[in-house]
């Protein structure tokens, strides 16, 4: 079986995009949307934010997300290397591609 559209990388740097294409593809055209994710779960990056002290709200908005993904019917496959080899075989009409991101770590120096 085919999908409409694949997604590689899920609730990333690029969430908010890869949520609105998903929830247009899905609820205005009808297609069926795949959404791959490399880790056992969604939230990449920001997953990590409400383990900082004080930033527990943080974890509503991944939540609803989440949420909304499940809700318009997007198939989540976690735990996916989102290879070229992959995609190819679920012969999607069209990709998206949302790679996420990498902590940055500014190089100041340490105070004396």
Known sequence: MGVDLSEAGGLSAGSRLAVEQARWVANLSGAHVTLLER???LGGQFS???LTTGKDAM???LQSLISMVERIGVE???GIDAT?????????DHT???TGSSPFIPPIPAWP
């Open 39 to 41: 880790r056992d779960s």
């Open 48 to 50: 990590l934010a409400p």
């Open 59 to 61: 974890a509503r908005p």
């Open 76 to 78: 989540v496959r976690t």
């Open 84 to 92: 070229v080899d992959v995609i190819t075989g679920l012969q999607p």
């Open 96 to 98: 998206i591609v949302a």
